[in-house]
Structure formats: structure tokens, C-alpha cells
């Protein structure tokens, strides 16, 4: 096989002239920009990126990717921690020119472009009350959420988000475009719901719609950080009995933790339960916020984009017993440096699907942690770094796997505590049928069986 070294002019013109979109090369004026992604600390240098405005465009970057044994990568909206979506040297996938959404009302069905943000999902649909599962930050791509499983505030009483995909095309390792389904390659079908982007280019999705109305209610009160043990202890019991409409949150971060929850749907009923975590001890200070649905989806976004260094952790609890609430709130004592830390409920419908439906795990989870820390400084890289690591292994042990969405740099060890050792098994199995050579590994790996493929 050639290996490319450099695009000549000739070279880039017959790219360019078989494509819909436009190719980006070092150099351009647009290729910083197109390269940068959500994780300042990422600073790689694609060889060629190729901005995909067809399903065919696609193609043509995976065939010619093969061709000149380029390696891949495929951004959307760049939210990757790891970066995965900027190969250095590489071919970069740029789907964010294929973003369009269609809704049918009567149907209840959104068909999405691979490259879409959930910003642009939730306004489509919010048009006519309607919405499926999307994440917490508007800027992020609907792909990679989708793919890894796809948690957010509508995931206990819709399901995740990769529960409500109907049908997706896909081009594969071979660049050919099929539909995956439960009629269609169902073994395909069952492993991007929650397998991430191992198996292929996913350039359109089809979701299930639910009738939500436009209406949400934010909570969140807070409380002295010595009182927090005792309060989150009582925020859990509440949480057990909480109707699902409700996703139970807790903050901790500049001497306070924030209790409280997020509900979409009546805000009147909603409000019902603040007179409860009120009660939990004594607030300091309470934020209790009615909005549009399309307003909570984007509160979140982060307006110093690129320009930040992040690194976070992530642990899955099936209980939060008293002694991982303890250790949890060690983090007050760790300094200027400490990440913040966040818990989120998981239950409802995410837990009625039956674990071996889908490639995601580990629906028996109760509450979800995450540890993050956000920089702007690179001579701090080290001790933010080393602080996050170092809190979230003190509550490795009481933690039963990970959401495989907030892996980071954590490799095959990360992957093996995303996946049960009987779904990896069967993970394994469908890469060996649609890519068994490792084309599509800038992701959370799943190796084919042949040691060959292994890069």
C-alpha cells in the first residue's frame, strides 16, 4: 500500500473535483479552525481533512483513506476528550456540513445527519412539543452521544438516547453504505446502540419520537460544604422514590453542594418536590428556574469552546452507600486544583430495557459521577491532571463500570470497565464482520480478533 507523504496540487484537485464538499489542507486558511476541537490540549495536525457534504463524500474519504493508508478519524462535534476525532497525520472525517434534521409530527420520527449538534435535534423537534434523549450540552454532536449510549435529561422516562434509533446508514471499513436495523444486520444495529464508533462512519440516524411538551423546571439549592454528607445522604433516599420525570443532581465546588433536580414536563407538579430538599439542611442560597425545554438543553454550553485544557473521570455506582458519600466529599479538601464533581441519576426507563439489548451497560446503575477540571494555563497540565486521577481512584472500588462516553486516555482497561466480558465478546465479533483490518480505531477500541489487525 502507498503511503501518502503530502498532497501535491494535482493530487488535491482530483479530490476536490469528486467531492460535494471541500478538502482542507495544512496550510488553508480554514484548517486551524477545522481542526480544533472541544479539548485545548489536543493539538494534532490531520494530513487532509475532508468536509463531507453527502453520504457519498464519505465514501470517497474512507476509500482514499484506505488507499493511501491514512489513518481515520471522524469529527462532529469534537466533544472527544481524547481527542479521537483529529488523527495526527491522518485523514480527518469532517460530517459537520452534513448536519440537516427532519421531523414527522404525525409519525413521530426524526431522521438526522451525522454531523447534526443536539442543539439543532432539539429545536427541530421542540416545534411541535416532541423530543427524544439528547445530552446536556447543546453543542455536542449527536453522533458520538448516540453511539456510546446517549444519557440526558429525558433518558428516565424515554430512554437513552440509543434506545429511540430506529434504523442508521452507515459506510463501512469497505466504504460500502448499509442500513442497520433490527431487520436489517441487526448484529450491526445492536452494537452501535452503546458500541461507539468501532464499526463504522454513521451518516444518519433515524429516532423515535416522545410527546414531551416544551416545559422544564431547574432546581438546585445549596448547602454549606460541611453540611454536606448529611444532606446527600438524605438527597439519595429522595431520589429512590422520585417520579421519573424528575433527574436528581448534585454539585460539589467552591465550599457549597448543590441538591437538587431537573424535571421536564408540568413545572407545577415539578415544584412539589423543593420543599423536600429544602429540608435537607440548611441552604445557604436556591435557584428554583422555570424554562423551556430548548433553554435547559443549552444552559450548559460552554462559550470559551476550544480555547479551554480539560480532563475528567467517570464512575458508575449501583448504590451510593454512606461511605462512597464520605470519600466523595473529600474533593472540598483537595485545594485550588480540585476538579469539580457531580453526580447524576440514572433508573426509569433507562433500567427497563433488558441489559443484553443493546452494546451499552450496565443499566442497573443507579447514579453516575463525573470529575472534571477545565484550564487554561499548560504548565498546570500536571497537577490538574494528577488531582482528578488521584480523587477518582479513591472511589474506583465502591464503582461498578463507567459510561464509556467519558472515557479519556484510560485505553483497553477503560474499555474493559465499559463493557461486561460477555458484551465485549460479542462486540469483538461484529468488528471482526465489518472491520476486521482496525480501520475505525480513534475511538474506545474494539479490537478485532486477528493480532494482525491490531494497531
Not at 496540487?9 to 478538502?23: F, P, Q
Not at 438516547?161 to 448499509?178: K, Q, R, W, Y
Not at 425545554?293 to 469552546?305: A, K
Request: charged fraction near 25%.
Amino acid at each position: 500500500m502507498v503511503v501518502w507523504c503530502g498532497m501535491d496540487e494535482a493530487t488535491r484537485t482530483k479530490l476536490a473535483g469528486s467531492l460535494d464538499g471541500s478538502v482542507v489542507l495544512p496550510g488553508d486558511p480554514a484548517y486551524d479552525e477545522t481542526r480544533a476541537i472541544w479539548n485545548a490540549i489536543v493539538d494534532r495536525r490531520p494530513e487532509v481533512i475532508v468536509r463531507c457534504a453527502s453520504v457519498r463524500d464519505v465514501v470517497t474519504a474512507v476509500r482514499t483513506a484506505r488507499e493511501r493508508d491514512l489513518e481515520i478519524g471522524v469529527r462532529c462535534g469534537g466533544h472527544s476528550a481524547a481527542g479521537h476525532a483529529v488523527p495526527d497525520g491522518g485523514l480527518m472525517v469532517d460530517l459537520t456540513p452534513l448536519r440537516a434534521v427532519r421531523v414527522d409530527p404525525g409519525e413521530r420520527r426524526a431522521v438526522v445527519q451525522g454531523g447534526a449538534l443536539l442543539g439543532a435535534l432539539d429545536r427541530a423537534t421542540q416545534e411541535f412539543g416532541l423530543a427524544v434523549t439528547a445530552g446536556n450540552v447543546s453543542h455536542t454532536g449527536v453522533g458520538g452521544l448516540t453511539l456510546g449510549g446517549g444519557m440526558g435529561w429525558l433518558a428516565r422516562q424515554a430512554g437513552l438516547a440509543c434506545d429511540n434509533v430506529v434504523s442508521f446508514e452507515v459506510v463501512t471499513a469497505e466504504g460500502d453504505v448499509l442500513r442497520a436495523s433490527q431487520d436489517e444486520h441487526p448484529d450491526l444495529y445492536w452494537a452501535l446502540r452503546g458500541g461507539g464508533g468501532n464499526f463504522g462512519v454513521v451518516t444518519e440516524f433515524e429516532f423515535r419520537l416522545h410527546d414531551t411538551g416544551t416545559d422544564a423546571l431547574s432546581v438546585e439549592i445549596d448547602f454549606p460544604v460541611d453540611q454536606a454528607a448529611a444532606a446527600m445522604r438524605g438527597w439519595r433516599d429522595l431520589n429512590a422514590s422520585a417520579p421519573r420525570e424528575a433527574t436528581f443532581t448534585m454539585g460539589i465546588g467552591g465550599g457549597v453542594v448543590t441538591l437538587g433536580y431537573v424535571w421536564v414536563g408540568d413545572p407545577e407538579r415539578g415544584e412539589a418536590l423543593v420543599p423536600d430538599v429544602r429540608a435537607l439542611g440548611r441552604p445557604s442560597a436556591e435557584r428554583v428556574d422555570r424554562l423551556s425545554y430548548v433553554e435547559l438543553q443549552s444552559r450548559d454550553d460552554v462559550v470559551d469552546g476550544h480555547a479551554r485544557r480539560r480532563y475528567s473521570k467517570g464512575h458508575y455506582f449501583r448504590e451510593l452507600t454512606d461511605q462512597v458519600i464520605d470519600q466523595m466529599v473529600t474533593v472540598a479538601d483537595l485545594g485550588p486544583y480540585a476538579p469539580g464533581v457531580g453526580l447524576q441519576a440514572y433508573g426509569g426507563a433507562i433500567a427497563d430495557v433488558p441489559e443484553g439489548d443493546t452494546a451499552f451497560s450496565h443499566r442497573d446503575t443507579v447514579f453516575e459521577l463525573g470529575a472534571s477540571t477545565g484550564w487554561t494555563d499548560p504548565a498546570e497540565d500536571d497537577v490538574r491532571i494528577g488531582t482528578a486521577r488521584s480523587y477518582a481512584a479513591t472511589l474506583e472500588p465502591f464503582a461498578s463500570g463507567v459510561y464509556v462516553n467519558v472515557l479519556g486516555d484510560e485505553g483497553a482497561a477503560g474499555v474493559r470497565r465499559a463493557y461486561s466480558p460477555e458484551k465485549l465478546t460479542r462486540l469483538t465479533a461484529v468488528k471482526d464482520t465489518y472491520d476486521p483490518q482496525n480501520v475505525f480505531h480513534l475511538n474506545q477500541n474494539i479490537q478485532p480478533s486477528s493480532a494482525a489487525a491490531v494497531r
